[in-house]
């Protein structure tokens, strides 16, 4: 082990001084005039020793003090020069390194605090990893988003999550970003990305909600394009519909019973393709809900009993469960979500082949339409509620875009999925 320095200079002048005393004690004892000058002066080199001490001890104790304030991360205590050159200078370049050190570190709390500012002000969620790929940090965007409290994130990594976008996020590395649909209608960008944390990296994600911004862009696409359609078709319509009648109404019963009929039929045609064009124009003209007192549950159990005739017609069951019989009354506009219900049983009846079941749940402020029918594939589920899309031959595309719109305007939210057991969900929630 080796010896402090401080008590080896403490040994050596103190062997040096009794050597001195001892020889003094031998030599000058004859003559007492030498003896009492050569104590004296023994005295005078001890006390010049301990002067010396303390002048040697002052700036190791001066470093000692400035390294504890470092560790401790004190940095106003400053030093006051001393008058002896060596000692100042040290001092001076102590004073320096702590002013700047205050500096740095008053500047790094105000980055910091004008970050977690941002962060939490920000319109976009975002997820902080650690070094484990764990969630360390989330902001209040992202608690809304996923409703769900900072604790139940943090420490996790998002493959212990339960939520349907981040099991699409498994292979995003930094740098990348991805737009995802999720149950059809909720649309999100997700953007990872690192910054450098003690010479490590450390990941984070920034996810943006697009779903309002692409619904209003989207209706106003189609809206557009359907209106523009509605107004030249309709106007085509009415005068060659006039043209026709007129015609037939010229030619006699007994001749031209050829012409009549063809005639006849171009009519016909006529009304079901003005028909058509009236199921495209009144997802633009869908008027604003009349609200109204509403019992949902019972409103939902009609439109189940009323179409179950035809469910039977396919031999197929709908069941009805509601929670208790319980009553709930909301404010909605009764005759737009009746036919959301009639829109959605029509899809689950299609879906279904005979043998099949049609469960309808009512529970907790929210609705369950079951079918285990033909499940939803893959390339299916993202566009689901996109404006003319159908997988029905014969489909228009107009059903599921009707019953967007409605519970969206009602302030419900919805989606439809198909799960691993086959089943097939439409599930309304948000009622109360």
């Known amino acids: 082990m080796k010896i402090a320095l401080r008590y080896r200079y403490i040994f050596f002048i103190g062997i040096l001084h009794i050597v001195l005393v001892f020889l003094a004690f031998k030599w000058l004892n004859e003559n007492k005039l030498y003896f009492i000058a050569s104590e004296v002066l023994i005295i005078i080199s001890i006390v010049v020793s301990i002067q010396i001490y303390r002048d040697f001890l002052r700036p190791v104790e001066f470093i000692r003090s400035g390294i504890e304030a470092i560790k401790d991360k004190d940095f106003t205590i400053k030093f006051v020069p001393t008058g002896k050159q060596e000692v100042d200078i040290l001092i001076e370049v102590y004073n320096l390194m702590i002013d700047q050190l205050r500096e740095e570190r008053t500047k ?81 960008k997700v953007q990872r990305s690192h910054f450098m944390d003690q010479g490590f990296r450390r990941s984070f994600l920034m996810i943006e909600e697009l779903t309002q911004d692409i619904l209003e862009s989207e209706k106003k696409a189609y809206g557009k394009v359907i209106r523009m359609m509605a107004h030249e078709v309709n106007n085509t ?15 006699s019963e007994d001749s031209f019973l050829d012409l009549r009929e063809a005639l006849t039929v ?21 008027p604003a809900p009349r609200k109204e007192a509403v019992d949902i549950a019972l409103l939902v159990k009609n439109t189940g ?111 439809l999925t198909s799960d691993h057991t086959g089943w097939t969900t439409f599930l309304i929630g948000k009622l109360l």
């Open 108 to 188: 790094l709390h105000e980055q910091h605090f004008f970050l977690e500012k941002l962060i939490e002000a920000s319109p976009i969620a975002i997820l902080i990893f650690d070094f484990d790929e764990k969630i360390s940090q989330i902001n209040d965007k992202a608690v809304k988003l996923f409703n769900a409290a900072p604790d139940f994130f943090t420490g996790k990594k998002l493959d212990d999550l339960d939520f349907s976008l981040f099991n699409q996020l498994k292979d995003l590395k930094d740098g990348d970003s991805k737009t995802l649909k999720i149950n059809g209608v909720e649309t999100y």
């Open 266 to 286: 171009a009519s016909d045609r006529n009304q079901k393709l003005a028909a058509f064009m009236r199921n495209f124009a009144d997802v633009v003209r869908l």
């Open 305 to 415: 009993i009323f179409m179950r005739s035809l469910a039977t017609q396919k031999n197929v069951d709908i069941h009805i469960h509601i929670e208790n019989n319980q009553v709930m009354v909301i404010q909605a506009d009764p005759g737009q979500m009746e036919q959301v219900f009639i829109n959605v049983l029509k899809n689950a009846i299609d879906a279904c082949e005979a043998g099949h079941e049609i469960v309808i749940e009512v529970t907790d402020a929210r609705i369950m339409i079951k079918n285990n029918g033909l499940p939803i594939s893959e390339q299916s589920a993202g566009q689901l509620f996109n404006p003319f899309f159908s997988t029905k031959k014969d489909g228009q595309g107009i059903g599921l875009t009707l019953t967007r719109e409605v519970l969206l305007n009602h302030g419900f939210s919805f989606s």
């Open 237 to 251: 319509l009415g005068a060659t519909d006039s043209i026709l009648q007129t015609t037939r109404n010229y030619l």
